[in-house]
């Protein structure tokens, strides 16, 4: 006799990732003069011409004027099975870490499951909060509950006439 399938109930895992400004420091040689003599003034051009950045570029300029652009993007470093182990997981300021549903899938429109902590940041939760709606609903319920209600006015409307 087989034992019975245990179906396990759908838990959250936890991403951790960080902000990358520029290589590794361990990259080639070869790859840093691409970087710095051939990517990044490619980008400056793209940027000039209204053309998106890999993820977002941050243009800050200092007291006397003069204009600096960082182009920056994500990383993803590691899956944990929980808060604490993600927490631990962010190892540097700019390292933050987000619920994601393990087993499900999330809705093909966009949507966000949770917010990023940065929890090596002055203000940890600032991102915390997801910034689309992601809302899972149960149809079948759903129409049930239309239907008692549509019902429930029926019948109101009826006690309603007789007076």
Do not use: H
């Given at each position: 006799?087989?034992?019975?399938?245990?179906?396990?109930?759908?838990r959250?895992?936890?991403?951790?990732?960080?902000?990358?400004?520029?290589?590794?420091?361990?990259?080639?040689?070869?790859?840093k003069?691409?970087?710095?003599?051939?990517?990044?003034?490619?980008?400056?051009?793209?940027?000039?011409?209204?053309?998106?950045?890999?993820?977002?570029?941050?243009?800050?300029?200092?007291?006397?004027?003069?204009?600096?652009?960082?182009?920056?993007?994500?990383?993803?470093?590691?899956?944990?099975?929980?808060?604490?182990?993600?927490?631990?997981?962010?190892?540097?300021?700019h390292?933050?870490?987000?619920?994601?549903?393990?087993?499900?899938?999330?809705p093909?429109?966009?949507?966000?499951?949770?917010?990023?902590?940065?929890?090596?940041?002055?203000?940890?939760?600032?991102?915390?909060?997801?910034?689309?709606?992601?809302?899972?609903?149960?149809?079948?319920?759903?129409?049930?509950?239309?239907?008692?209600?549509?019902?429930?006015?029926?019948?109101?409307?009826?006690v309603?006439?007789?007076?």
């Open positions: 006799m087989r034992p019975e399938p245990s179906i396990e109930q759908p959250d895992v936890y991403k951790v990732s960080q902000w990358k400004w520029n290589l590794d420091g361990s990259a080639p040689r070869w790859r003069l691409f970087f710095n003599w051939i990517f990044l003034p490619f980008l400056n051009f793209s940027f000039s011409l209204g053309i998106p950045t890999p993820k977002e570029a941050v243009i800050e300029s200092d007291e006397n004027g003069n204009t600096r652009k960082t182009y920056r993007w994500f990383e993803d470093e590691g899956i944990f099975e929980d808060a604490d182990q993600a927490d631990a997981g962010c190892l540097a300021e390292w933050g870490y987000c619920r994601l549903p393990l087993g499900r899938l999330m093909p429109d966009s949507a966000q499951y949770s917010g990023t902590i940065f929890p090596r940041k002055k203000n940890p939760n600032r991102w915390a909060k997801p910034t689309l709606s992601l809302v899972i609903k149960d149809r079948k319920q759903e129409e049930q509950q239309e239907q008692t209600l549509a019902t429930t006015l029926a019948r109101l409307n009826q309603l006439d007789r007076r």
